[in-house]
T-cell receptor, first 115, second 114 residues
């Protein structure tokens, strides 16, 4: 079965540090890729998405992600984190074909930014 | 500009009680979803409705039923609540299932089963 792996369960950074959160998916065909963010006590919000074209996509709040097809990866990056980036981050994919079509989520990475 | 609205926001039930979680969206979306979120497990799909009049099981459907009442509303029912169903439940909607359109989420229902 298709799956999404997020390698880090909990990441702790100081303000101004750089961030990279890993995401890998297991599917050889066409995928759509998403990163969602969930701030404490809130619902999930879309950070960015990738469908095709330039593999480096920019999202809201200074986040970006790079799709590397050969590595089945879609890592999330931010050059300089802020305390307000403290949240849980979820990578997700949708897959074309057959009965697939729903979002498959990773288990999430909790980011804590120390002021 | 409500988006996806879930009620109630919090609920405490006793084992064996039943209840229905309500979800409504005002974006004219075709597809709607119910997820549960548990610590360290991410979001797991319970049921989805690809379009009005259809519903299908997701990854963890046992103990739940759903109704797609109309295009706007998609309810989740627990017939006999169990402590294992203690979770945060999110409803979501999207233009079409399996496309490039992202899902929009409600604020969640925090459910505790004693």
């Amino acid at each position: 079965a298709q799956s999404v792996s997020q390698h880090n369960h909990h990441v702790i950074l100081s303000e101004a540090a750089s961030l990279e959160l890993g995401c890998n998916y297991s599917y050889g065909g066409t995928v759509n890729l998403f990163w969602y963010v969930q701030y404490p006590g809130q619902h999930l919000q879309l950070l960015l998405k990738y469908f095709s074209g330039d593999p480096l996509v920019k999202g809201i709040k200074g986040f970006e992600a790079e799709f590397i097809k050969s590595k089945f990866s879609f890592n999330l990056r931010k050059p300089s984190v802020q305390w307000s980036d403290t949240a849980e981050y979820f990578c997700a994919v949708t897959i074309y074909g057959g009965s697939q079509g729903n979002l498959i989520f990773g288990k999430g990475t909790k980011l804590s930014v120390k002021p | 500009n409500a988006g996806v609205t879930q009620t109630p926001k919090f609920q405490v039930l006793k084992t064996g009680q039943s209840m229905t979680l309500q979800c409504a969206q005002d974006m004219n979306h075709n597809s709607m979803y119910w997820y549960r979120q548990d610590p360290g497990m991410g979001l797991r799909l319970i049921y989805y409705s690809a379009s009005e009049g259809t519903t299908d099981k997701g990854e963890v459907p046992n103990g739940y039923n759903v109704s797609r009442l109309n295009k706007r509303e998609f309810s989740l029912r627990l017939e006999s609540a169990a402590p294992s169903q203690t979770s945060v439940y999110f409803c979501a909607s999207s233009d079409f299932r399996g496309t490039r359109q992202p899902q929009h989420f409600g604020d969640g229902t925090r459910l505790s089963i004693l």
